[in-house]
């Protein structure tokens, strides 16, 4: 790739094209494995939010919006300025849950650190 890079950029624009693409395929396959778990399990649940430096992407965006209404979901993704910082992110999913009308219990103990060990047999089972 160093080598061919200095040649031309078709090259350098080709390498990256198919970096993209084959995320956005990965991106899709396990989403498209969590809806069927979800369809199994929570009928009701009809949003997929998608958000961080992916909903930031065009191309992920298109993708995504595709996947959706391939599921009959309703696609929520922050506006793109918003998408890279973990507090604005926090944020919107906040204002978009009071929104909703829930309410959250404030009399919680705080998690410095939530591993994703308790959801790990889960994920394992349903091959998410």
Known sequence: IIKEK????SFTNDVCASFQNTVIEILL???E????YVNENFPKINNLVVAGGVAANMQINKSFISLCKKHSLKLAM???ELCGDNAAMIGWACLQRFNLGYKGDINFKPRPRWGLEELNDEILVNKI
Not at 6 to 9: I, Y
Not at 33 to 36: F, K, S, Y
């Open 29 to 31: 396959r396990k989403t």
């Open 33 to 36: 494995m969590a809806i069927e």
């Open 78 to 80: 922050p506006p793109k």
């Open 6 to 9: 200095n040649k031309n950029n």
